[in-house]
Nanobody, 117 residues
């Protein structure tokens, strides 16, 4: 089982940057994939970015602005968020998938990002 703790959320103005971090503990060596989801008020949760075996995947709405990174120890994942827009406002959740001993999904408690003038 993996425990995830997010940090880095806050209030920023449009065009500014923010970096989210997620620290994993527990069965960290078995983490196969990590990523970030977000849920805006009144909307469904959506995938923002994910990284698996060095390959990355981004939502179309954040391509070119956000960058996900993961260290080789598989215990941390970051999301660099540049050129933030008001529509990026949401609670961001760290996610991890373990493939050993069985497939399991883990979620952090979330960190709030507010982009407003």
């Amino acid at each position: 089982q993996v425990q995830l703790v997010e940090s880095g959320g806050g209030l920023v103005q449009p065009g500014e940057s923010l970096r989210l971090s997620c620290a994993a503990s527990g069965s960290i060596l078995s983490i196969y994939s990590m990523g970030w989801y977000r849920q805006a008020p009144g909307k469904q949760r959506e995938l923002v970015a994910a990284i698996t075996n060095g390959d990355t995947n981004y939502a179309d709405s954040v391509k070119g602005r956000f960058t996900i990174s993961r260290d080789n120890a598989k215990n941390k994942v970051n999301l660099q968020m540049n050129s933030l827009k008001p529509e990026d406002t949401a609670v961001y959740y760290c996610h991890a998938y373990n493939d050993y001993p069985i497939g399991r999904h883990s979620w952090g408690q979330g960190t709030k990002v507010t982009v407003s003038s």
